[in-house]
């Protein structure tokens, strides 16, 4: 599975934003995706995740009512709308997608887009 990321960019602080990631190859089997984001000097973080039990959406506490997560099942898509953003929202943003094969699980990440928040 490959994962294709676009959007992101600069923006200044209260802007807004929208990351788009495409799944494709083998998607028959995803069970999960989301985004995360990892800035400099920190560690990788989950800032939204839908699976496929039950549908619902896990936002991190810092982007709840500001970030938006939509899936597209049928197209195998997703989007990030992000508004009010904040400089500390500035990080590397990650498409991910989680499958279940061959009786394991398997993990897939895009190659990252840049959001860049001024103030």
């Known amino acids: 599975m490959q994962l294709a990321e676009s959007g992101g960019g600069l923006v200044q602080a209260g802007g807004s934003l929208r990351l788009s990631c495409a799944a494709s190859g083998s998607t028959c089997w995803i069970t999960a995706m989301g985004w995360y984001r990892q800035a400099p000097g920190k560690q990788r973080e989950l800032v939204a995740l839908i699976d496929n039990d039950g549908g619902n959406t896990n936002y991190a506490d810092s982007v709840k009512g500001r970030f938006t997560f939509s899936r597209d099942t049928a197209k195998n898509t997703i989007a990030l709308q992000m508004n009010s953003l904040k400089p500390e929202d500035q990080a590397i943003y990650y498409c991910?997608?989680?499958?279940?094969?061959?009786?394991?699980?398997?993990?897939?990440w895009g190659q990252g887009t840049q959001v860049t928040v001024s103030s």
């Open positions: 991910y997608a989680k499958e279940f094969v061959s009786g394991r699980y398997w993990e897939y």
